[in-house]
């Protein structure tokens, strides 16, 4: 194959895989929000609200990125790096959450610009991380 080639298939399978972690990214996205305000409206206190959105979403984004986005085999070496991950992901995502409700003024819509700002950064690093390291093929 030659360079030209390869750069296209690079670049397709990148495009691909960015297109369907957007997808996946999407889902979790809108199961984590939901789980949230859900909690919330149940009275559940906001950072274990937070918490419970983010380990449901997860749950869902693992299988789907695993066999869709990244198309590889489970293995204990992936389940470990993936649970590092979002672990890390967890305490920052919390971080910036508390964070943003911190400096944000008390406004009915501020748990969910806090929520959104914390989703978003944890889900750019997530994908870097997920794609050089956890699935790698």
Same mark, same amino acid.
């Given at each position: 194959m030659g360079l030209l080639a390869e750069?296209?298939?690079?670049?397709?399978?990148?495009?691909?895989?960015?297109?369907?972690?957007?997808?996946?990214?999407?889902?979790?996205?809108?199961?984590?929000?939901?789980?949230?305000?859900?909690?919330?409206?149940?009275?559940?206190?906001?950072?274990? /609200?937070? $918490? &419970? #959105?983010? +380990?449901?979403?997860?749950?869902?984004?693992?299988? =789907?990125?695993?066999?869709?986005?990244?198309? %590889?085999?489970?293995?204990?070496?992936?389940?470990?790096?993936?649970?590092?991950?979002?672990?890390?992901?967890?305490?920052?995502?919390?971080?910036?959450? /508390?964070? $943003? &409700? #911190?400096? +944000?003024p008390l406004a009915w819509w501020a748990?969910? =610009?806090?929520?959104?700002?914390?989703?978003? %950064?944890?889900?750019a690093c997530n994908f870097v991380v997920?794609?050089?390291?956890?699935?790698?093929?």
């Amino acid at each position: 194959m030659g360079l030209l080639a390869e750069t296209t298939a690079i670049r397709t399978t990148l495009l691909g895989q960015v297109g369907r972690f957007i997808l996946v990214g999407v889902l979790a996205a809108v199961i984590d929000f939901g789980v949230y305000h859900l909690a919330l409206e149940l009275g559940v206190w906001i950072h274990a /609200a937070r $918490a &419970l #959105g983010f +380990l449901v979403a997860t749950s869902v984004a693992y299988v =789907l990125n695993r066999r869709w986005v990244f198309h %590889v085999t489970s293995s204990l070496a992936r389940r470990i790096g993936f649970a590092l991950l979002y672990v890390t992901t967890f305490f920052m995502i919390m971080a910036i959450h /508390a964070i $943003a &409700l #911190g400096v +944000l003024p008390l406004a009915w819509w501020a748990p969910s =610009l806090a929520w959104a700002v914390s989703q978003g %950064v944890g889900s750019a690093c997530n994908f870097v991380v997920l794609r050089k390291v956890v699935f790698r093929s």
